[in-house]
């Protein structure tokens, strides 16, 4: 199966709404993770949440990361202590994972939270004054009335 690399497209489209393609595409084309499960949601015009299931971890085993449009999530499980149990069914993942996620041009990550096994990332689009779009009042008429030139001829 070939990989195609569609990101030269990415930079002539317009609109902003990208950004859920460019945190779901992965930097391994071959390689798929599925583990841990995510969902991400837009909860305001430039805010957005990125939440995973990570049952299981605490908040000293999780790391998350930001750096030059891309974020990572690492989870690393430590041994638990024998407290004398044997399984005899382990259902529930115990396996480290690393998550990256591309983010786009002025998108930060805001907030960080662990609740009921759910890791919520908090995200924020926030554009500088000199990259928004202004508007520009259109004129019914020409503001200044161009002037004449006069000139006078002078005889020797």
Do not use: C
Request: net charge negative; glycine share 6%; no cysteine.
């Amino acid at each position: 199966m070939r990989h195609v690399d569609f990101s030269p497209l990415y930079r002539s489209t317009v609109g902003f709404d990208r950004l859920f393609t460019m945190l779901d595409s992965l930097s391994q084309p071959d390689q798929v993770p599925t583990y841990p499960p995510y969902n991400i949601e837009r909860t305001g015009e430039n805010t957005y949440r990125i939440t995973m299931a990570v049952a299981g971890f605490d908040e000293t085993e999780l790391a998350i990361e930001s750096h030059a449009h891309a974020l990572t999530v690492k989870g690393e499980k430590r041994e638990e202590n024998a407290d004398g149990g044997e399984y005899l069914y382990r259902g529930i993942a115990k396996r480290a994972f690393e998550r990256r996620f591309q983010l786009a041009d002025h998108v930060e990550v805001t907030a960080a939270s662990l609740k009921n096994g759910l890791l919520h990332i908090d995200l924020l689009r926030s554009i500088p004054e000199a990259l928004k779009p202004r508007k520009i009042a259109i004129a019914a008429e020409p503001v200044e009335t161009p002037k004449a030139i006069e000139a006078q001829v002078v005889n020797n």
